[in-house]
């Protein structure tokens, strides 16, 4: 689960992270009152989207007045702000954050994350942040520090000592970061979190460390233990499709091409997407039935397909087995074809338990479906059928 | 021969008596595994499919004389529950729960260092030898005895595969699903290192995806290892947009990292052969075979 950077800070402060002091607001008045309220002589007003690189993207905005503080906040509010991680079609902004400016004689990249190859928890560093970090990682990855956390015994005060001291920090800076470190992975244990990322932590000018920008993302598996976490959900920021589809223990990615695609399992339904592009297919979706998914929630499924007005042809590809079978699916897709009508051409490859089962039922229900034996040749038949809808 | 698991491998089940531990041992059973019982705690001195129930691994493992263990535990009691039969000793646990949370994956991994338990998955299809044993999920549909061996990442995939692999008229020596959570026990390198040291296996698939590092682990043992069986692999995810959870939690790409590019070119460089096509895996092994 992704938090906003103003739900971030507000947690990682309560882990004794210095951050500067903010106030979220939704409208250019409130805006106005929370730079009055804050206090100082400017303020940054960023744009409460989750994708990064806002900065580049003219989704933060620095104010030097009061009504500056308004004059910002108006401009973003309402608008859908493209950045490079959004997708052509942007992110709405309903909330905006406004604090106190903070300048940095430098700024410093800070992060917890799982390290999966050694299965541990792992602080990431660079000298050197700021929006640009990913680039200038892929370009020289020797600028990257790593710390890895004990799993026994914790972070060490030494070794995170001189894991600052890496960092170019001494004297009091070297002592603050320190206290950052630990509160960070106690945060990150405490909260279950997957990545927590402090882009820039600023060097002040007084010689002072604050967390300028913050990415939080928690484990999702884990939200059972952290009812009180749990509401921090920004539900109107995801895809509404997406969101429908959490609801059927389906996984949904919405794509921008005209097939929709039904697939059981991940892996399978990640190949078959790229084998609908390599046979000049666009794939309008990733659909992942998940393995315990029942009837009604593969024809809700199936539904979410055929509700998209750019999908052309539809094609199922199931692998029965483990807990799913071809029959449930089958008796989903008929389900909804009954209540919906099938109005697009539906391309069918059930192999697997129950697999002749399924194409008897579609058939039984009369249900207009063609039939393929393997993977290749369905790809090939829904790429057709879409290009012939589409022409 | 197969790796891991055999005819003589004796099985029990902790969760036992849940519904798709009860659907899947079944199955296992009527397979020809030898399941010698279930774990369930405060279910102990019952029987459930004939066989006995127990409170603790420990008091299992000792009246069966258990090897391996299928955990099916809910999420919030998985990583207890794997802890529970890494203490037992058991040699091999196969952890099919899906969705624990990762932090409790860590505490695992830990006490795992140093102990004689290998770890399968978690979120794992588990593991099959055709004609043998099979522990988990994996369906036994169109699996022959043969020669390949095959670790992957998506249950659903392996299944394709072993159907593609059986239709060019080869077999399985072993399949095993090494499970799409971030952390998890086994991976490509312990499987690539077990498959190369048995004699009855041939060539080794590897089931990739987006999101880790497993791909490029493997890839930089393979470069070590020049001479060795041939090796194919699939890589899932090419056209996969970055920075989402495409169903697995294990393929969030982090840092640009784990692109499907990057691990294709990986294991192209250590000369394996990368199936470019999710349809012509099993061509591509006859080929790799073929040429070895």
Redesign the interface.
Known sequence: MNLHEYQAKELLSRFGVPCPKGKVVSTAEQAVAAAEALGGASWAVKAQIHAGRRHDAGGVRMASSSEAVGTAAGALLGQRLVTP?T?ARGKLVRKVYVEQAVGAAREIYLAA??D??L???SLIAAKHGGSDI?DR??AAPEAMLQLTVD??TGLAEGTAAEFAARLGLDGAARAQAVEIMKGICKA??DL?A??IEINPLALTNDGSLTALDVKMIL????L??HQDLAVLRDEEDLDPTELEAQRFAL?Y?H?DGNIGVM?????????????L??RGGE?AD?M?IR??ATRNQVADGFRLLLGNPKVAAILVNI?????LRCDTVAEGIAAACKSEGLRVPLILRA???NGELARKILKAQGVRVSFAD???QA?DMVTAAAGKEAA | MAILIDNDTKVICQGFTGK?AS??MERAIAYGTKVVGGVVPGKGGRRHLGLPVFDRVAEAVEATGATASAVFVP??AAADAIIEAIDAELPLVVCVTE?????????V??RLEGSGTRLIGPNS?GILSPGRCKIG???A?LERSGKVGIA?????????VI?QISAQRLGQSTAIGIG?D??HGL?FVDCLELFFQDPDTDCVVL?G??G???EE?AASYLKANRSRKPVVA?V??????T?????????VN???QGG?AEKIEALRAAGVTVA?????IGQTVRQALRAA
Not at chain 1, 263 to 275: E, K, P, S, W
Not at chain 1, 319 to 323: D, E, H, L
Request: no cysteine.
């Open positions: 991680q997708g994350l799982v999966r190859s299965g541990r928890v990913e990682m892929a799993p026994a990150f244990h279950d997957s990545l484990d999702d598996n884990a059972f233990r996984n990615v794509l697939v059981n399992g991940a892996g399978l339904a990640l190949a078959t997407v790229d084998l592009k390599q794939p990733f992942d393995p315990e692998y029965g087995g483990g807990i192999a697997g338990t393997t993977v290749g790809a | 798709q659907y899947h999420p919030a969705r624990i949370p990762v932090l409790d994956m860590v505490r991994k830990h299809q999920v994996m369906p549909h992957s990442r998506s249950a659903s995939l392996t299944s394709e159907e799409g971030p952390v991976g089931l995806e987006i880790g590092s497993d682990e699939y899932a995810g090419v056209h996969a947009p920075e989402r959870r495409m169903g697995h939690a294990g393929t982090v840092f640009g499907a470019t096509s999710a349809a012509e």
